[in-house]
């Protein structure tokens, strides 16, 4: 089945310790995005990719970083995770401007410790 | 104030009840608007668009009223397995992508 795919299911790093979620997808949706969700929280957009156009949120700490190596996949690079950051990272994608909706991916839960 | 928001509830209701929820959106210019549902620890997954004419599919009925801006959902019969929270969604296109504004959503709990 054609789906969004995030990988790890659950990731847990070392305060200041790098990490990379990574995405891929089988849509062949030429936009991607990352979410993070915190608990109870609407999901917040980072940044996404408009086939190679990246684009940042104003607010999107410069802690996180994103790569685009091709149309399927997509990363999430945390480069000093800190306590804040734990949360839900969701990946989804849509077609063009996403009248249609998105598709997420299952998620990483990151635990900082 | 919030570009989107939602009655966060929770709402707790017997089964076969009819439970509506609405979200207000402050952004005139907002094109799109949907309504997805997430259940706990999982990701959100679509569960209808929104349209100024309505839309409804099986129980689920969700309308849009451009003038007061808001959206609704409503809910008949519902069953144990509707329980989760849902979640609002606008989109506007001011960049190349569309870009999409969550409610913190509005939880529902369908009791036996």
Known sequence: DAMVIQNPRYQVTQFGKPVTLSCSQTLNHNVMYWYQQKSSQAPKLLFHYYDKDFNNEADTPDNFQSRRPNTSFCFLDIRSPGLGDAAMYLCATSRGTGEGGYTFGSGTRLTVV | ?112
């Open chain 2, 1 to 112: 104030r919030k570009e989107v928001e939602q009655d966060p509830g929770p709402f707790n209701v017997p089964e076969g009840a009819t439970v509506a929820f609405n979200c207000t959106y402050s952004n005139s210019a907002s094109q799109s608007f949907f309504w997805y549902r997430q259940d706990c620890r999982k990701e959100p997954k679509l569960l209808m668009s929104v349209y100024s004419s309505g839309n409804e599919d099986g129980r689920f009925t969700a309308q849009l009223n451009r003038a007061s801006q808001y959206i609704s959902l409503l809910i008949r019969d519902s069953k144990l397995s509707d329980s989760a929270t849902y979640l609002c969604v606008v989109m506007g296109y001011n960049t190349n992508a569309g870009k999409s504004t969550f409610g913190d959503g509005t939880t529902l709990t369908v009791k036996p």
